[in-house]
């Protein structure tokens, strides 16, 4: 079942409609159609659209249209950013090409829409009309009369028919016959002007079930990004582990063989503090005394004791007290700190103790 809704030349003039079932008309009226999920196409008049033919190949519409609109700018006399240009196919080479003022096609549409009407097709009035082989046909559509020819439809006037046609008289069609055309040309249009910017919007359907799946999608793709989360936290965890215990085999080998490991590593830290010594032990804290003394010419050092607390006193005899502090710079500047007891000269020598500590 479709309908087609004929506009009027004249708004005063109610338009008419059919009703199309199979490949039959079942129905006539005026006025406009109720409004039902029916397919419905409007004729709009043939004096509001200029009809053109050009012979383009097959191509995308986009491109069709893109060519067609710089023939149409040779030809019109109206700016082309004011005129649609729709191009159709009628299965030669010659297609179609259908230009209507933009303004036009907005007030029909805008007309339709007050109406409740969003037609799914737009035809010229002579394209209802078949294309003959030569020569000119005419149909009348309830007053309003056109012509086509092999190459040219419009508004059949006297002045300009018998210009367009040079005398020739159009053949009018029979009406079964034009009944036979017209239900074709709608139900598969040669030409339809909602092309573009005027082209049918389909609207948005909310289909549930396409929810769900988008749902459950959203939902897999959380559920494998939580899993390589918890993969990646897993490995992380393993190689910690992994590392723990190879530092804790580490210490274990550091420790006397038979001792009863509960914590390798405060046990490793508390054998090397024996071994060494508190503080920085005394090997390196007597290294840098040492070395302190040794820089600094005359000065000498005459004992070493090193307590539990990580100190070491040294007994330290020099040849005057700028001698004393010299050492005390050099060992402070290694990073210890050197305390020093009070100094007495005899025998033209300076003498006494310095206790180095960790700062």
Sequence with gaps: MARALFLSRSPDTAPRWIA???EAIVARGEGVPAVDDIPLTVIVPAEDVTLHWAQMPVRSTAQAVAAARLLVGEASASPITDLHVAVGDEGTE????????????????????????????????????????????????????????????FADEQCLTDIVTGGNAPVTIAQDALEAAVVAAIARPALDLRQGVFAKRDPIAFDIGQLRRAAWLVAAILLVT?????????????????IEQRADRLARSGLPRGETVNDAGR?????????RGAGVGFSQSAAIVFDAVRNVPGSEVRSLSFDSTGKLRVSLVTQNEGQVTDVMAR?????????????????????????????
Excluded: C, H, K
Aim: aromatic share 6%; hydrophobic share 45%.
């Design 20 to 22: 199309i079932d199979g």
């Design 94 to 153: 010659d297609r179609p090409i259908g230009v209507v003022a933009i303004a036009r096609m907005r007030d029909w549409l805008n007309a339709l829409a007050a109406q409740g009407i969003d037609p799914d097709a737009m035809i010229p009035a002579p394209m209802l009309l078949p294309r003959p082989a030569e020569g000119f046909v005419r149909a009348d559509f309830g007053g309003d009369a056109v012509v086509r020819g092999p190459t040219s439809g």
């Design 226 to 242: 939580l899993a390589i989360t918890l993969v990646q936290i897993a490995r992380y965890s393993f190689a910690a582990d992994a």
């Design 267 to 275: 046990q490793l830290e508390a054998r090397l503090v024996r071994m």
């Design 331 to 359: 060992i402070g500047a290694r990073g210890l700190t050197a305390t020093p007891s009070t100094f007495t000269s005899g025998g033209g020598r300076v003498s006494g103790d310095l206790t180095v500590a960790p700062r």
